[in-house]
């Protein structure tokens, strides 16, 4: 689910195209559609009597997981999540940013590279021992 107003991941967006284009090729008609749903549908039953689990009469009939759905998202918004998954590298005694956000995900090596070079280059600081005098 992509949140409105928010920018998406070039990985994402490329995916979604790729599917379209893929679908357009296949060019379902609503026959093959209904008869590939049929089948998933004998699939998911075959599962839960073979594995003793109870479908469920509707899909979340009492609404729970959609409303955990909009909970989190909610949280997303106010938080300012900008996107899903988020990565973030993070490093200690570095000369560079304590963090830093990866947007762009075909940069993320290069990234990694970065803070590994930032935090060779600083010095370690170590705490001294405390002596104690009776």
Not at 63 to 71: D, E, I, M, R, S
Not at 120 to 130: D, G, N
Request: one cysteine or more.
């Amino acid at each position: 689910m992509e949140l409105p107003g928010r920018r998406q991941c070039p990985l994402v967006r490329h995916q979604k195209q790729e599917a379209g284009r893929r679908l357009s090729r296949l060019r379902l008609c609503q026959p093959a559609l209904h008869h590939l749903l049929d089948i998933l549908r004998q699939f998911t039953e075959n599962y839960a009597k073979n594995h003793n689990v109870q479908l469920p009469f509707a899909l979340d009939p009492q609404g729970k997981l959609a409303a955990a759905v909009k909970a989190d998202y909610a949280l997303g918004q106010r938080i300012g999540i900008e996107h899903t998954p988020t990565i973030w590298i993070s490093t200690s005694n570095s000369k560079g940013a304590p963090f830093v956000e990866v947007v762009d995900r075909t940069k993320l090596f290069q990234l990694i590279d970065q803070a590994i070079a930032d935090t060779k280059s600083t010095p370690v600081k170590t705490a001294q021992a405390k002596t104690t005098r009776k």
